[in-house]
């Protein structure tokens, strides 16, 4: 059930970036004002990306890329924490769907029943509920501030990476397609080791790029290459933590130790049949 809710919040987050972000696009020059926001986060941010982009001779998409970076550094041990518990979590879905299977009413005391033996699988194996989510959530507030940061900071504005000006949208797309395109590899090389495939998974795959995609196209560039820059370090981690190959590995190399030492029991059996003849 954590799963499930957890791919229903992460669509939640998602609509709730377009909805600030457009917001936010569209009261940009309130970003200059007295409030807490503007005074101690915006401009305490953009002095940041300028420093930042001032070690590298104001160039602002190395500040942008090195600002990123940094955060993810930052939110290091909390991906590391949600690439455990998305392991466990892929370890333990046949048991779940098993939970599922013996209570094939709908009525609530059979929902109920099920959703308290699955919890307490769960817990049982240590899997933190909505754990996966923590990154995301985080990120949020930090793509809001990025945006009114940009939108308020004229020199950011105007600086340049390659063909595109950080201040307006990629007019070639370039960056969101990377973007979505990075987050499809996230989404396909984490549910690749996941023993059990299903509809949702499969649909959550193509429904999370074509939401980047969706958002990206209205953003600043400077924001896309902070998504694409986060999402390509996302996908070194999932290769770092959760390598789906070494994972399937690992996993046949179980199944065949237990079929060897099923063998090795009837041949053991049979040892002991043949003495007592």
Wanted: proline share 4%; net charge positive; charged share 20%.
């Amino acid at each position: 059930m954590e799963k499930k809710y957890s791919k229903w919040l992460k669509i939640a987050i998602m609509l709730s970036v377009i909805l600030f972000l457009t917001a936010c696009g569209s009261s940009g020059a309130e970003t200059s004002g007295d409030g807490f926001w503007s005074t101690y986060i915006i401009a305490n941010l953009s002095r940041v990306l300028l420093w930042l982009s001032g070690l590298f001779g104001n160039n602002y998409a190395m500040g942008i890329i090195v600002f990123t970076i940094i955060i993810r550094l930052l939110l290091f041990p909390l991906n590391k924490m949600q690439a455990n518990s998305t392991r466990k979590m892929q370890e333990i879905q046949p048991e779940l769907d098993a939970i599922k299977e013996k209570y094939p009413n709908k009525d609530r005391a059979s929902m109920e029943a099920m959703q308290a033996e699955q919890q307490a699988l769960m817990e049982a194996r240590g899997v933190n509920q909505f754990a996966g989510c923590l990154p995301m959530l985080i990120q949020l507030p930090v793509m809001i501030a990025l945006y009114n940061s940009i939108t308020s900071t004229q020199e950011i504005q105007q600086g340049n990476f390659f063909w595109t000006n950080l201040g307006q949208v990629d007019p070639y797309f370039i960056l969101p397609v990377i973007a979505a395109a990075l987050t499809f590899a996230n989404s396909y090389f984490t549910m690749k080791a996941n023993p059990v495939k299903n509809s949702a998974t499969t649909a959550m795959t193509y429904v999370m790029p074509a939401m980047i995609l969706f958002i990206s196209v209205g953003l600043p560039s400077a924001v896309t290459l902070y998504w694409v820059i986060s999402n390509t370090i996302t996908l070194a981690q999932t290769f770092l933590f959760n390598n789906p190959y070494k994972i399937i590995a690992e996993r046949e190399a179980k199944v065949e130790a237990e079929k060897e030492r099923q063998r090795e029991l009837r041949r053991a059996l049979k040892r002991a049949t043949k003495k007592k003849k």
